[in-house]
């Protein structure tokens, strides 16, 4: 399966779990407290409850769990390059190996391992946000907390219109993407083989039609938005208005709880 497809953030999976039923809202400050937790986190233990939690939120989801390890494929090098920076530059504790100059010390693949895990934990936590929460829903959430600002005239229902766009465009740009490389395999180009420096400049013949394709992506969807007389958020009624039910209390109660223990116990 190509990379392209890989990408889970940004996508959205339809369902009728209890973390789809949750007020986007409490969904967003939910999701902060939890990456405040996994940033706090530097023990074992931590990891591991941390760990036991994020796994009953993929339960809860009913998504499949392939799904999410699908989406780790994209920043897999970007795991490896952190733990081999922690592996050979980050010093202490005791010395595992000597390579001439260059030693490996156990508190850098220590400190590389917890890296690579809050990787982990951030992307999974990340798409869950996004594969239970629709695009209409995340713009109504980003409205409310940028509420505030439009009393300084900041416009805050279109910056929020712009984020779910960009980020709902995603998984349709990679797709995009993906076609594009195919053809271009298909006609002899070469995307693989060569130094860094030579598959960049390969990249060339995917990048000038992928960036035509956005422009002329973004221009349908201006056009679309005009037909339906969109004007703004100024006036501006919704089919469904954001309503807040006690699950969602509990659920940020819940968050907020598991941030205290984990900075209380020092985890």
């Given amino acids: 399966m190509s990379m392209f497809r890989s990408i889970t953030i940004g996508q959205y999976l339809p369902g009728d779990s209890l973390l789809h039923r949750l007020d986007p809202r409490a969904k967003f400050i939910a999701l902060l407290l939890l990456i405040v937790a996994i940033f706090l986190v530097n023990t074992y233990w931590g990891y ?34 952190t733990l081999l920076i922690h592996i050979f530059f980050t010093k202490g504790g005791s010395v595992l190996l000597r390579l001439g100059p260059a030693t490996i010390d156990s508190y850098g693949i220590y400190l590389g391992f917890y890296m690579v895990l809050r990787i982990i934990f951030l992307v999974v936590s990340t798409s869950l946000l996004t594969l239970t929460t629709s695009p209409i829903a995340l713009t109504d959430a980003l409205e409310f907390f940028m509420k ?16 779910t ?16 490389m195919k053809a271009q395999m298909a006609r002899g180009a070469d995307f693989e083989s060569g130094n860094i420096f030579s598959r960049a400049k390969n990249l060339v013949p995917l990048l000038v039609p992928l960036f035509v394709s956005s422009f002329r992506r973004a221009d349908e969807l201006a056009i679309a ?7 703004g958020g100024k006036g501006r009624t919704r089919l469904r208005e954001l309503k807040a039910a006690p699950r969602d209390f509990l659920a940020v109660a819940a968050a907020g709880f598991i941030v205290a223990i984990i900075a209380g116990t020092g985890l």
């Fill in 148 to 163: 505030p600002l439009s009393y300084l005239g900041v416009p805050a229902h279109e910056i929020a219109m712009m984020m």
């Fill in 48 to 81: 591991l409850v941390l760990a036991v939690i994020i796994a009953i939120f993929l339960f809860t989801s009913g998504i499949p769990l392939a799904y999410f390890f699908r989406g780790l494929r994209p920043v897999y090098y970007i795991m490896l390059f």
């Fill in 225 to 231: 938005m005009e037909a339906r007389c969109y004007r």
């Fill in 165 to 180: 766009i960009a980020l709902r465009f995603i998984p349709t740009l990679m797709e995009e993407s993906e076609k594009i």
